[in-house]
Protein backbone atom coordinates (compact mmCIF):
# COMPACT_ATOMS: atom_id res chain seq x y z
CA UNK A 1 0.00 0.00 0.00
CA UNK A 2 0.82 3.55 -0.98
CA UNK A 3 0.51 6.24 1.54
CA UNK A 4 -0.37 9.55 0.81
CA UNK A 5 1.08 12.33 2.72
CA UNK A 6 -0.97 15.48 3.27
CA UNK A 7 0.93 18.55 4.01
CA UNK A 8 0.53 20.26 6.99
CA UNK A 9 -2.31 22.98 7.28
CA UNK A 10 -1.39 26.35 6.90
CA UNK A 11 -2.59 28.54 9.78
CA UNK A 12 -3.82 32.06 9.13
CA UNK A 13 -1.53 34.55 10.97
CA UNK A 14 -3.88 37.14 12.56
CA UNK A 15 -2.31 40.80 11.23
CA UNK A 16 -0.67 42.80 13.74
CA UNK A 17 -1.95 44.81 16.19
CA UNK A 18 -1.65 48.48 15.57
CA UNK A 19 1.06 50.20 17.75
CA UNK A 20 -0.39 52.10 20.79
CA UNK A 21 0.86 55.52 19.17
CA UNK A 22 -1.34 54.43 15.93
CA UNK A 23 -4.73 53.94 18.22
CA UNK A 24 -4.06 56.98 20.37
CA UNK A 25 -3.24 59.04 16.98
CA UNK A 26 -6.27 57.59 15.51
CA UNK A 27 -8.65 58.71 18.74
CA UNK A 28 -7.33 61.91 19.20
CA UNK A 29 -8.29 62.42 15.77
CA UNK A 30 -11.94 60.99 15.95
CA UNK A 31 -11.99 63.46 18.77
CA UNK A 32 -10.83 66.39 17.40
CA UNK A 33 -13.16 65.99 14.75
CA UNK A 34 -16.58 65.48 16.95
CA UNK A 35 -15.74 69.04 18.55
CA UNK A 36 -15.21 70.46 15.22
CA UNK A 37 -18.17 69.58 14.17
CA UNK A 38 -20.05 70.45 17.72
CA UNK A 39 -18.28 73.80 17.90
CA UNK A 40 -18.27 75.12 14.34
CA UNK A 41 -22.17 75.93 14.20
CA UNK A 42 -21.54 78.32 17.78
CA UNK A 43 -18.19 79.51 16.17
CA UNK A 44 -19.80 80.84 13.13
CA UNK A 45 -22.05 82.56 14.98
CA UNK A 46 -19.30 83.92 17.08
CA UNK A 47 -17.81 85.24 14.39
CA UNK A 48 -21.13 86.63 12.69
CA UNK A 49 -22.63 88.46 15.41
CA UNK A 50 -19.62 89.34 17.47
CA UNK A 51 -16.49 89.54 15.45
CA UNK A 52 -18.21 91.07 11.94
CA UNK A 53 -19.21 94.18 14.14
CA UNK A 54 -16.66 94.61 15.90
CA UNK A 55 -14.35 94.98 12.77
CA UNK A 56 -16.96 97.37 11.08
CA UNK A 57 -17.54 99.23 14.31
CA UNK A 58 -13.45 99.75 13.98
CA UNK A 59 -13.75 101.03 10.34
CA UNK A 60 -16.77 103.24 11.35
CA UNK A 61 -14.84 104.63 14.17
CA UNK A 62 -11.62 105.81 12.19
CA UNK A 63 -13.93 106.98 8.99
CA UNK A 64 -16.00 110.44 8.55
CA UNK A 65 -18.86 111.30 6.90
CA UNK A 66 -21.93 114.17 6.55
CA UNK A 67 -25.10 112.87 7.42
CA UNK A 68 -27.02 112.24 3.97
CA UNK A 69 -24.27 111.95 1.97
CA UNK A 70 -23.73 109.89 -0.83
CA UNK A 71 -20.17 109.95 -1.29
CA UNK A 72 -18.15 107.31 0.69
CA UNK A 73 -16.52 107.70 4.10
CA UNK A 74 -13.34 109.46 4.50
CA UNK A 75 -10.72 108.55 6.29
CA UNK A 76 -10.65 110.09 10.29
CA UNK A 77 -7.92 107.80 12.14
CA UNK A 78 -8.37 108.67 15.76
CA UNK A 79 -10.50 112.01 14.94
CA UNK A 80 -13.68 110.75 16.24
CA UNK A 81 -12.13 109.49 19.86
CA UNK A 82 -10.97 112.76 20.29
CA UNK A 83 -13.68 114.29 19.65
CA UNK A 84 -15.20 112.12 22.11
CA UNK A 85 -12.48 113.42 24.63
CA UNK A 86 -13.53 116.46 24.41
CA UNK A 87 -17.02 116.17 24.53
CA UNK A 88 -18.76 116.98 27.68
CA UNK A 89 -21.79 115.12 27.02
CA UNK A 90 -19.86 111.93 26.39
CA UNK A 91 -18.03 112.48 29.55
CA UNK A 92 -21.43 113.34 31.22
CA UNK A 93 -22.57 109.75 30.25
CA UNK A 94 -19.91 107.83 31.32
CA UNK A 95 -19.92 109.56 34.65
CA UNK A 96 -23.64 108.41 34.91
CA UNK A 97 -22.98 104.77 33.50
CA UNK A 98 -20.54 104.49 36.21
CA UNK A 99 -22.31 106.50 38.98
CA UNK A 100 -25.71 103.91 37.83
CA UNK A 101 -23.10 100.65 38.25
CA UNK A 102 -21.65 101.78 41.40
CA UNK A 103 -24.95 101.65 42.98
CA UNK A 104 -27.16 99.06 41.35
CA UNK A 105 -24.75 96.22 40.88
CA UNK A 106 -24.29 95.64 45.31
CA UNK A 107 -27.64 96.72 45.39
CA UNK A 108 -28.70 94.24 43.51
CA UNK A 109 -26.34 91.17 44.68
CA UNK A 110 -26.82 91.86 48.20
CA UNK A 111 -30.53 91.38 47.70
CA UNK A 112 -30.40 88.55 45.14
CA UNK A 113 -27.63 86.75 48.29
CA UNK A 114 -30.45 87.71 50.75
CA UNK A 115 -32.95 85.97 49.00
CA UNK A 116 -30.96 82.76 48.05
CA UNK A 117 -30.21 82.24 51.57
CA UNK A 118 -33.48 82.54 52.33
CA UNK A 119 -34.81 80.32 50.14
CA UNK A 120 -32.67 77.60 50.81
CA UNK A 121 -33.68 76.82 53.86
CA UNK A 122 -36.86 74.58 54.55
CA UNK A 123 -39.41 77.22 54.24
CA UNK A 124 -43.02 76.29 53.29
CA UNK A 125 -44.16 77.08 49.50
CA UNK A 126 -40.22 77.60 48.50
CA UNK A 127 -40.41 76.80 45.13
CA UNK A 128 -43.52 79.49 44.19
CA UNK A 129 -41.47 81.96 46.28
CA UNK A 130 -38.72 81.30 43.88
CA UNK A 131 -40.56 81.52 41.04
CA UNK A 132 -42.83 84.32 41.64
CA UNK A 133 -39.16 86.00 42.30
CA UNK A 134 -37.77 84.35 39.40
CA UNK A 135 -40.84 85.60 36.88
CA UNK A 136 -39.75 89.71 36.23
CA UNK A 137 -36.74 88.03 34.70
CA UNK A 138 -38.79 86.03 32.73
CA UNK A 139 -40.93 88.61 30.97
CA UNK A 140 -38.99 90.85 28.40
CA UNK A 141 -37.16 93.87 29.30
CA UNK A 142 -39.40 96.32 27.06
CA UNK A 143 -42.53 94.95 28.82
CA UNK A 144 -41.13 95.31 32.03
CA UNK A 145 -40.38 99.22 31.38
CA UNK A 146 -43.32 100.02 29.91
CA UNK A 147 -45.14 98.73 33.06
CA UNK A 148 -43.20 100.64 35.29
CA UNK A 149 -43.51 103.46 33.58
CA UNK A 150 -47.61 102.88 34.03
CA UNK A 151 -46.82 102.57 37.65
CA UNK A 152 -44.08 105.34 38.10
CA UNK A 153 -46.18 108.29 35.94
CA UNK A 154 -47.52 111.01 37.75
CA UNK A 155 -51.23 109.90 37.68
CA UNK A 156 -50.04 106.21 38.19
CA UNK A 157 -50.64 104.03 40.89
CA UNK A 158 -47.76 104.41 43.08
CA UNK A 159 -47.83 108.18 43.56
CA UNK A 160 -51.89 106.84 43.82
CA UNK A 161 -50.87 104.38 46.85
CA UNK A 162 -48.53 107.44 48.49
CA UNK A 163 -50.93 109.75 47.99
CA UNK A 164 -53.45 108.13 50.15
CA UNK A 165 -51.00 108.10 53.25
CA UNK A 166 -50.34 112.10 52.83
CA UNK A 167 -47.31 111.89 50.67
CA UNK A 168 -47.35 114.65 47.46
CA UNK A 169 -46.66 113.15 44.02
CA UNK A 170 -43.42 112.41 43.00
CA UNK A 171 -41.68 112.83 39.70
CA UNK A 172 -40.04 109.47 39.18
CA UNK A 173 -39.31 109.72 36.33
CA UNK A 174 -38.59 113.23 35.12
CA UNK A 175 -37.15 114.53 38.08
CA UNK A 176 -33.83 114.72 37.95
CA UNK A 177 -32.90 113.72 41.74
CA UNK A 178 -35.02 111.06 41.38
CA UNK A 179 -34.83 109.07 37.66
CA UNK A 180 -31.43 107.15 38.35
CA UNK A 181 -33.66 105.82 41.27
CA UNK A 182 -36.21 104.82 38.86
CA UNK A 183 -34.51 102.76 36.79
CA UNK A 184 -32.20 101.00 39.66
CA UNK A 185 -35.89 100.06 40.85
CA UNK A 186 -36.72 98.54 37.38
CA UNK A 187 -33.55 97.20 36.67
CA UNK A 188 -33.11 95.61 39.97
CA UNK A 189 -37.03 94.34 39.29
CA UNK A 190 -35.29 92.28 36.41
CA UNK A 191 -32.49 91.45 37.48
CA UNK A 192 -32.32 90.25 41.25
CA UNK A 193 -34.46 87.24 40.26
CA UNK A 194 -32.23 85.95 37.68
CA UNK A 195 -28.82 86.24 39.99
CA UNK A 196 -30.77 84.67 42.74
CA UNK A 197 -31.37 81.20 40.63
CA UNK A 198 -27.12 81.46 40.19
CA UNK A 199 -26.54 82.03 43.47
CA UNK A 200 -29.09 79.30 45.07
CA UNK A 201 -26.92 77.13 42.42
CA UNK A 202 -23.85 77.57 44.62
CA UNK A 203 -25.74 77.44 47.71
CA UNK A 204 -26.54 74.23 46.68
CA UNK A 205 -23.16 73.22 46.17
CA UNK A 206 -22.13 74.10 49.31
CA UNK A 207 -21.42 70.56 51.31
CA UNK A 208 -23.84 70.37 54.16
CA UNK A 209 -20.43 69.04 56.67
CA UNK A 210 -19.15 72.11 56.64
CA UNK A 211 -22.34 73.27 58.20
CA UNK A 212 -22.30 70.55 61.17
CA UNK A 213 -18.57 70.79 61.43
CA UNK A 214 -19.53 74.55 62.09
CA UNK A 215 -22.07 73.53 64.47
CA UNK A 216 -20.46 71.38 66.52
CA UNK A 217 -17.75 74.13 67.02
CA UNK A 218 -20.79 76.10 68.14
CA UNK A 219 -20.91 78.75 65.40
CA UNK A 220 -24.10 80.36 65.02
CA UNK A 221 -26.16 81.16 61.57
CA UNK A 222 -24.52 84.33 61.26
CA UNK A 223 -21.03 83.36 62.09
CA UNK A 224 -21.81 80.07 59.60
CA UNK A 225 -22.51 82.89 57.27
CA UNK A 226 -19.77 84.36 57.42
CA UNK A 227 -16.65 81.52 57.68
CA UNK A 228 -19.00 78.75 55.17
CA UNK A 229 -21.33 80.43 52.90
CA UNK A 230 -19.34 83.04 52.22
CA UNK A 231 -15.97 81.49 51.40
CA UNK A 232 -17.38 78.17 49.73
CA UNK A 233 -19.73 81.14 47.19
CA UNK A 234 -16.43 83.38 46.08
CA UNK A 235 -16.93 82.11 42.56
CA UNK A 236 -20.36 81.99 41.71
CA UNK A 237 -20.66 85.27 43.74
CA UNK A 238 -17.45 86.87 41.49
CA UNK A 239 -19.09 85.59 38.23
CA UNK A 240 -22.39 86.91 39.37
CA UNK A 241 -20.87 90.65 39.78
CA UNK A 242 -18.99 90.53 36.92
CA UNK A 243 -22.07 89.38 34.58
CA UNK A 244 -24.11 92.05 36.27
CA UNK A 245 -21.93 94.80 35.48
CA UNK A 246 -21.62 94.05 32.06
CA UNK A 247 -25.60 93.53 32.07
CA UNK A 248 -26.03 96.96 33.41
CA UNK A 249 -23.42 98.73 31.24
CA UNK A 250 -25.41 97.93 28.28
CA UNK A 251 -28.88 98.35 29.68
CA UNK A 252 -31.06 100.33 26.98
CA UNK A 253 -34.57 99.55 26.93
CA UNK A 254 -35.84 101.33 30.43
CA UNK A 255 -33.54 104.83 29.16
CA UNK A 256 -34.91 104.56 25.33
CA UNK A 257 -38.85 104.25 26.18
CA UNK A 258 -39.05 105.87 29.33
CA UNK A 259 -37.05 108.89 29.64
CA UNK A 260 -34.99 109.57 26.15
CA UNK A 261 -31.60 109.87 28.26
CA UNK A 262 -33.08 112.75 30.43
CA UNK A 263 -33.73 114.70 32.69
CA UNK A 264 -30.72 116.87 32.53
CA UNK A 265 -29.33 114.17 30.69
CA UNK A 266 -29.17 112.17 34.16
CA UNK A 267 -30.35 108.97 32.64
CA UNK A 268 -27.98 109.50 29.10
CA UNK A 269 -26.00 106.33 29.94
CA UNK A 270 -23.51 104.88 27.82
CA UNK A 271 -25.55 103.11 25.87
CA UNK A 272 -28.41 105.12 25.20
CA UNK A 273 -25.66 107.91 24.44
CA UNK A 274 -24.54 105.32 21.29
CA UNK A 275 -28.02 104.57 20.04
CA UNK A 276 -28.65 108.73 20.24
CA UNK A 277 -25.33 109.64 18.02
CA UNK A 278 -26.14 107.06 15.50
CA UNK A 279 -29.97 107.11 15.08
CA UNK A 280 -31.03 110.59 16.46
CA UNK A 281 -28.03 112.08 15.41
CA UNK A 282 -27.65 109.78 11.96
CA UNK A 283 -23.50 109.85 12.92
CA UNK A 284 -22.53 106.31 12.98
CA UNK A 285 -19.01 107.19 13.06
CA UNK A 286 -19.04 108.13 16.73
CA UNK A 287 -21.42 106.24 17.91
CA UNK A 288 -18.93 103.38 16.39
CA UNK A 289 -16.09 105.12 18.12
CA UNK A 290 -18.28 105.58 21.77
CA UNK A 291 -19.25 101.82 21.20
CA UNK A 292 -15.32 101.00 20.93
CA UNK A 293 -15.07 102.94 24.54
CA UNK A 294 -17.49 100.60 25.78
CA UNK A 295 -16.48 98.02 24.80
CA UNK A 296 -13.12 98.51 26.14
CA UNK A 297 -14.56 98.87 29.39
CA UNK A 298 -16.32 95.23 29.05
CA UNK A 299 -12.81 93.84 28.40
CA UNK A 300 -11.29 95.54 31.19
CA UNK A 301 -14.36 93.57 33.75
CA UNK A 302 -13.53 90.64 31.95
CA UNK A 303 -10.39 90.96 32.65
CA UNK A 304 -10.75 91.16 36.17
CA UNK A 305 -12.93 88.38 36.86
CA UNK A 306 -10.48 86.02 35.03
CA UNK A 307 -8.07 87.55 37.65
CA UNK A 308 -10.22 87.77 40.42
CA UNK A 309 -11.20 83.51 39.68
CA UNK A 310 -7.47 82.14 38.77
CA UNK A 311 -6.55 83.75 42.26
CA UNK A 312 -9.44 82.12 43.97
CA UNK A 313 -8.59 78.55 41.94
CA UNK A 314 -5.19 79.25 43.09
CA UNK A 315 -6.15 79.23 47.20
Request: hydrophobic share 50%.
Amino acid sequence: MTSTTQPPAVRATPPPAPPTRTLHRRRRIGNLTAAALFLTPALALIVVLRLVPVIQAVNDATHTSLPGSTLPPSWAGAANFTALWHSHQFWTSVQQTLLFNVIVNPLQIVVALALAVLLTRNLPATGLWRTLIFLPAAVPMTGSAVVWGIALRPDGPVNAALGSVGIGQQPFLTGPNQVVGSLILIASWIGVGYWMIFLIAGLNDIPQVYYEAAEVDGAGPLRQFWSVTLPQLRRPLLFVLVADTVSNFVLFAPMQILTNGGPEQKSNFLMYDIFHNSFDLADPHTAAAELLVLLALMIVIVAVQFRLLRSTEGE
